[in-house]
């Protein structure tokens, strides 16, 4: 089954505490993504990446950061977690060609910062 | 400054009439959009899409109408049915090629409540 699988759903964390949300795709894809989204505000991009070892910054990146050292897996790491960070993130992939129709998006990973 | 907007956050019909969700936008380079459905704890799923060579696509119940001069794009569902109620994000890509074709931006989200 085609999927993208985000961990954890959720988290609890205190201010400070570096944290990493995992992100896997089993579909081979070169495009990957994180987003946020927050009420009143939609889905923010994060950060992108076309492919290992090619990232770019989306709208609100400052805070996280990425790595993309396999095809499959797109971590987003938060060196130093704040309360408002605290936020609802999803990951998506999709594939070089297609377009953004292809786009799939995982459960989502619902954290909290204290 | 939000490039993207829906200027309503909810939207209630009864089932079997029509459903108009709007979305505007401010960036000019925005050349393709897309409109995505979002069920409660589950990631969005991609509903319909329209290049900006175009002003209507059609799939199904569900229309896109694009209105370039007004920067302006709607979603038509007719008819609409009870299944249909959840969020729908409008969302627009640049046309600016290398890099930033893997930037995607979106609306704020309308909510869509089809009554029985």
């Known amino acids: 089954e085609a999927q993208v699988t985000q961990n954890p759903r959720y988290l609890i964390t205190v201010t400070g505490k570096k944290l990493t949300v995992t992100c896997s795709q089993n579909m081979n894809h070169e495009y990957m993504s994180w987003y946020r989204q927050d009420p009143g505000l939609g889905l923010r991009q994060i950060y992108y990446s076309m492919n290992v070892e090619v990232t770019d910054k989306g709208d609100v990146p400052e805070g996280y950061k990425v790595s993309r050292k396999e095809k499959r897996n797109f971590p987003l790491i938060l060196e130093s977690p704040s309360p408002n960070q605290t936020s609802l993130y999803f990951c998506?992939?999709?594939?070089?060609?297609?377009?953004?129709?292809?786009?799939?998006f995982g459960p989502g990973t619902r954290l909290l910062v204290l | 400054d939000q490039q993207v907007k829906q200027n309503s956050p909810s939207l209630s019909v009864q089932e079997g009439r029509i459903s108009i969700l709007n979305c505007d936008y401010t960036?000019?380079?925005?050349?393709?959009f897309l409109w995505y459905k979002k069920y409660p704890a589950e990631g969005p799923t991609f509903l319909i899409s329209i290049s900006s060579i175009k002003d209507k696509n059609e799939d199904g119940r569900f229309t896109v109408f694009l209105n370039k001069s007004a920067k302006h794009l709607s979603l038509h569902i007719v008819p609409s049915q009870p299944g249909d109620s959840a969020v729908y994000f409008c969302a627009a890509i640049p046309n600016a090629g290398g890099t930033s074709y893997g930037k995607l931006t979106f609306g704020q989200g309308t909510i869509l409540t089809v009554h029985p």
């Open positions: 960036n000019s380079m925005f050349d393709y």
């Open positions: 998506a992939s999709r594939a070089g060609t297609g377009g953004m129709k292809t786009q799939y």
